[in-house]
Structures are given as structure tokens and as C-alpha cells.
């Protein structure tokens, strides 16, 4: 219990840090003791509740959650975007904007940067600045031919976010996934092909999206995937997908003869890239995401709140 005349003195300190705005180093000269016993006042303030903290800004739930994802899946960093009054498609939009922010100011030292596919990817380039990164080179994660949805291809995304950056860019002139894996075997044996999958393999950064073929699937909405198609995955244990790879709740790649057919990185070569920032939002990709996370197969998440919390509840 505090007598009268220390919580006179802790009150006294208190209200020259707090609302006169004196720093530490000046109260102490003014009290006649060291800088270090005026922190320690000022702790036991609080611990005394004479003073208590209040952050007021609409962010600070946010900020809450991408500690809470930190800490909980070991990542690197984690930005939430807020969702209040939001619609789906400005949400995807908001994303891909905190996406496009992060990249810019958050990736140093990278010279080769690997892109993969997808509609909030498509977003994140779209808000991209134009900067200028002479010595940076993207790289397509996988191939992506043909005339439907081109927009959103991973060849398409590395040659604008390119134009963004001033930069370099490869392109991986394949489809997706081919018909056969003897038609992949003798694709991928090709010097032009080889020679992206390679760059592919020792990207120093690289941004993907997550999908789940069950819910809300791009991959079935522009055809990759049949009906037939994803009853099969959902009985082989697929999870979601990175890159057309596809993954069970662990984050271990399915034996699966749809994964032998797709002409990209592995989530194998995945794992081994420094960082990778997964941008992606909607609370049905739950599911792809934790799997994602258990998997360790991604270091950096971007997503929106709604989805933050629901990660969150579910551990």
C-alpha cells in the first residue's frame, strides 16, 4: 500500500511526463535522482493504476490481431487490414493496396522478386507505385498461357508490377497445368522453361496468393478445375493451394497426379525462399490458411480482419 506522499510523488512524475511532456532525463535533474529511478516511478504508476494507458485510434484492434497472428503462427510480420463497411470486392481492393504498401517499403536487398497468380494479387499490382528498382528482376512462380483471365496470370503480374518497378521481368512460356505429366516432363526439360523454374527456385522474396478449391474457387471459376476435379481433392484431404499446388491441412503437398502436372515451383522449393508473403483475404479460405501456417510455408500474411479473427478463434 502507497502512503500519502509517494502517491504525491508518483502523481507529481506522472503528470510531467504524460501531460507536460518533460522526458525522463529532465524530471530526474528536476527531483535530484537518476534517469533510470524516474522509469522505474513511472512503471509503479502504473502498476499502482494512477496511470492508465488508453490507445484511441480506430487501428489499434487491428494492430491487436497482427500481434496476436505473430505470435501465435511464428511469423515474420502480419498486417490486418480493417473491413468495417466494407464490400468483398473493396476488401480484395484494400488488401491488395496494404499488399502493394508493404512491398515498397519493406523489401530491401532483394534482387529477384517471384510472383504468382490470382485476383488480390492482380489487385496488389494494380496499386503498385511507380519506383524506380534498376536492379531488381520478377520472376513468374508458374506458367499461365492461353486467352481467359490473362489479367490475372502470373506471366501478366510479372510484367506489370516490372513496369512498375522499372525493372526486369522473366517469363515462364507454359501452361499452368498440362495434360499429361509425360507433356510436363518434356515441357519443363526445355532450356527457356528450365531456365525460369530455376530463378523460380532462388527468388529472395516471394508474394503469392492462397486459394481453396472447395469454396469460392478461381481456379473452378475460370476451368483449371472440374467438378470432378475437386470432389477428388477434397477426398485426397487438399486443404487449398499455392500456386496450383495443392495441400492438406499440415501444409504437406498431396500425392495427388494434379500436383504432378503443374509447371511451377514446388511447395518443397517454396519453403526453402527466404521470405514469402502470402496476400489473401476471405474468411472461406480458413481452411487453406491454417493449412498454410501449420505447413510453415509462409512467413509474411497480409489479410483482412474479418479473416485475422476468424485464424485467430480457430487455433
Request: with cysteine; aromatic share 6%.
Amino acid at each position: 500500500m502507497l502512503s500519502w506522499e509517494e502517491r504525491r510523488q508518483l502523481v507529481k512524475i506522472a503528470n510531467l511526463y504524460y501531460n507536460d511532456g518533460w522526458t525522463q532525463e529532465q524530471i530526474a535533474k528536476k527531483i535530484g535522482v537518476s534517469r533510470p529511478v524516474i522509469s522505474k516511478y513511472l512503471q509503479k504508476a502504473k502498476d499502482a493504476g494512477i496511470v492508465e494507458v488508453y490507445i484511441k485510434d480506430e487501428t489499434v484492434h487491428t494492430v491487436e490481431l497482427e500481434n496476436d497472428l505473430e505470435k501465435k503462427f511464428g511469423l515474420k510480420d502480419a498486417v490486418v487490414v480493417p473491413t468495417f463497411g466494407l464490400t468483398p470486392d473493396m476488401i480484395k481492393r484494400a488488401v491488395g493496396q496494404s499488399g502493394a504498401y508493404y512491398v515498397s517499403k519493406n523489401i530491401k536487398n532483394c534482387n529477384r522478386l517471384g510472383i504468382s497468380w490470382g485476383t488480390t494479387l492482380a489487385e496488389l499490382v494494380r496499386e503498385y507505385p511507380y519506383e524506380r528498382r534498376l536492379n531488381m528482376k520478377i520472376i513468374p512462380l508458374e506458367g499461365g498461357m492461353g486467352s481467359q483471365h490473362v489479367e490475372i496470370h502470373a506471366n501478366q503480374l510479372a510484367y506489370e508490377l516490372a513496369k512498375k518497378m522499372h525493372c526486369k521481368c522473366s517469363y515462364l512460356y507454359a501452361p499452368a497445368i498440362v495434360e499429361t505429366e509425360e507433356l510436363k516432363e518434356r515441357l519443363m526439360a526445355m532450356e527457356d522453361i528450365k531456365a525460369v523454374l530455376e530463378e523460380g527456385k532462388n527468388v529472395d522474396v516471394a508474394l503469392i496468393g492462397i486459394g481453396n478449391p472447395h469454396k469460392s474457387s478461381t481456379l473452378e471459376e475460370i476451368g483449371y478445375l472440374q467438378e470432378s476435379d475437386v470432389k477428388h481433392l477434397r477426398e485426397v484431404g487438399a486443404v487449398g493451394d499455392i500456386g496450383f499446388r495443392f495441400f492438406d491441412k499440415t501444409g504437406t503437398a498431396v500425392n495427388d497426379e494434379l500436383n504432378n502436372k503443374v509447371i511451377g515451383i514446388s511447395l518443397e522449393q517454396l519453403k526453402e525462399v527466404k521470405e514469402v508473403i502470402a496476400v489473401t483475404e476471405g474468411a472461406h479460405k480458413l481452411e487453406s490458411l491454417l493449412g498454410a501456417l501449420n505447413g510453415k510455408l509462409i512467413n509474411v500474411l497480409i489479410t483482412d480482419e474479418h479473416t485475422a479473427t476468424a485464424l485467430i478463434k480457430n487455433v
